[in-house]
T-cell receptor
Framework: DTGVSQDPRHKITKRGQNVTFRCDPI?????LYWYRQTLGQGPEFLTY????????KSRLLSDRFSAERPKGSFSTLEIQRTEQGDSAMYLC????????????FGQGTRLTVV | AQSVTQPDIHITVSEGASLELRCNYS??????LFWYVQSPGQGLQLLLK??????LVQGIKGFEAEFKRSQSSFNLRKPSVHWSDAAEYFC??????????????FGKGTHLIIQP
């Protein structure tokens, strides 16, 4: 078990382009979360999945943001028509479900929109 | 809505000295509480967590934290810091209804600097 894996680690894109990030959770974890972290701030929750079901997506920042987890394993986060304000670190985390649980984070994907 | 306040943006401590990082939360009931550490270019690593029971919790790397309901606080402490403790520290709160990990709310973090 190598922990939560995110790809790519860094992405530079031009404003207006679409980007997609991938997250591979810890294998036995059925919950998967996406967060955004901007400079000088703590992570900000975006969305989460339990298996393939997206149980919370109201916190996605705009309709340009979408996430999928089609087979309940890896997940993708897509940002369409990127804007400079989308520049941030995008973190993925995973956890087991249960009464009490804790989330394990990946190293993140740093997005720079130029 | 839940919120977390970390009043100290930066803290400088001499190596070997004791450390206390402050965290105050706002939540309607007793939440789940976490401390994470983030080194440059790295993801977040869980230091410790409070779910219930003993209000003094022990974590990794010699850290501990005390939950004080009356003060809505969950301060992180270490009796003697090492240069390798220099990092960003985040306090987070999670709702009990979601098992503690549904959409954690994080503070803005405290940047810890260790002086030789």
């Amino acid at each position: 078990d190598t922990g939560v894996s995110q790809d790519p680690r860094h992405k530079i894109t031009k404003r207006g382009q679409n980007v997609t990030f991938r997250c591979d959770p810890i294998s036995e974890h059925n919950r998967l979360y996406w967060y955004r972290q901007t400079l000088g701030q703590g992570p900000e929750f975006l969305t989460y999945f339990q298996n393939e079901a997206q149980l919370e997506k109201s916190r996605l920042l705009s309709d340009r943001f979408s996430a999928e987890r089609p087979k309940g394993s890896f997940s993708t986060l897509e940002i369409q028509r990127t804007e400079q304000g989308d520049s941030a670190m995008y973190l993925c985390a995973s956890s087991r479900s249960g009464t009490v649980t804790e989330a394990f984070f990946g190293q993140g994907t740093r997005l720079t929109v130029v | 809505a839940q919120s977390v306040t970390q009043p100290d943006i930066h803290i400088t401590v001499s190596e070997g000295a004791s450390l206390e990082l402050r965290c105050n939360y706002s939540y309607g009931a007793t939440p789940y509480l976490f401390w994470y550490v983030q080194s440059p270019g790295q993801g977040l690593q869980l230091l410790l967590k409070y779910f219930s029971g003993d209000t003094l919790v022990q974590g990794i790397k010699g850290f501990e934290a005390e939950f004080k309901r009356s003060q809505s606080s969950f301060n992180l402490r270490k009796p003697s810091v090492h240069w390798s403790d220099a990092a960003e520290y985040f306090c987070a709160v999670g709702a009990r209804s979601g098992g503690g990990a549904d959409g954690l709310t994080f503070g803005k973090g405290t940047h810890l600097i260790i002086q030789p």
